[in-house]
């Protein structure tokens, strides 16, 4: 998606934190969203985020809103094996209810 | 399982002929997106219903592409006359109306390859 940046590629290992990062354009956007798809499988919601937050926390997850910049990050404490995927940040206005994805990053975590 | 379903998941065929995808969303959901996702892209959206109606199509779903979704239940996307380039993988996804996170509920797709 155009309108939804990202990076394409993170490696870290085991035990570290990861950061994800995005950007967007539209101003208005409402709901912002990380997905995972792990290979052959299909993309599953890991969290959201509304415009009029700044953060939310969710176990070993944290999502940082800055919507002055229109940045919204994703930090994976403590990261596992397990946690290799791509991971997709998506906006949607609250007029619109189709999601826009960015083009994912690719979370590679080496032992 | 009461997840999204899509059938077939693979299918090859040569170019210029029609290929049919179906998608069976979660029974309670009633709207329903396709998107395409080539190598190395995120998800595009192609279209999308509430209930049997069609709400919005994008530009990237030229003419030979069409999506029915009958009785506001399951929905077909129909590629007329295939060519390369429509060689992706077609995904899938239901929600509910103004659900409180607007999640989407993915299939695991149906991967096309135009020969």
């Known amino acids: 998606g155009e309108d939804v940046e990202q990076s394409l590629f993170l490696s870290v290992r085991e035990g570290d934190s990861s950061v994800i990062n995005c950007t967007y354009t539209?101003?208005?956007?409402?709901?912002l969203y990380w997905y995972k798809q792990e290979p052959g499988a299909g993309l599953q919601l890991l969290t959201y985020?509304?415009?009029?937050?700044d953060m939310k926390q969710d176990q070993r997850l944290t999502v940082l809103l800055n919507k002055k910049d229109k940045h919204l990050s994703l930090r994976i404490a403590d990261t596992q094996t397990g946690d290799s995927a791509i991971y997709f940040c998506?906006?949607?206005?609250?007029?619109?209810?189709?999601?826009?994805f960015g083009r994912g990053t690719s979370l590679i975590v080496h032992p | 399982d009461t997840g999204v379903s899509q059938n077939p998941r693979h299918k090859i065929t040569k170019r210029g002929q029609n290929v049919t995808f179906r998608c069976d969303p979660i029974?309670?959901?009633?709207?329903l997106y396709w998107y395409r996702q080539t190598l190395g892209q995120g998800p595009e959206f192609l279209t999308y219903?509430?209930?049997?109606?069609?709400?919005?199509k994008s530009r990237l779903l030229s003419d030979r592409f069409s999506a029915e979704r009958p009785k506001g239940s399951f929905s077909t996307l129909e590629i007329q006359r295939t060519e390369q380039g429509d060689s992706a993988m077609y995904l899938c996804?239901?929600?509910?109306?103004?659900?409180?996170?607007?999640?989407?509920?993915f299939g695991e797709g149906s991967r096309l390859t135009v020969l």
């Open positions: 539209d101003s208005s956007s409402t709901y």
């Open positions: 219903f509430q209930n049997e109606a069609q709400l919005e």
């Open positions: 985020i509304f415009s009029n937050m």
């Open positions: 996804a239901s929600s509910l109306p103004r659900g409180a996170t607007g999640e989407l509920f």
């Open positions: 029974s309670e959901h009633n709207r």
């Open positions: 998506a906006e949607m206005t609250g007029g619109s209810y189709i999601p826009t």
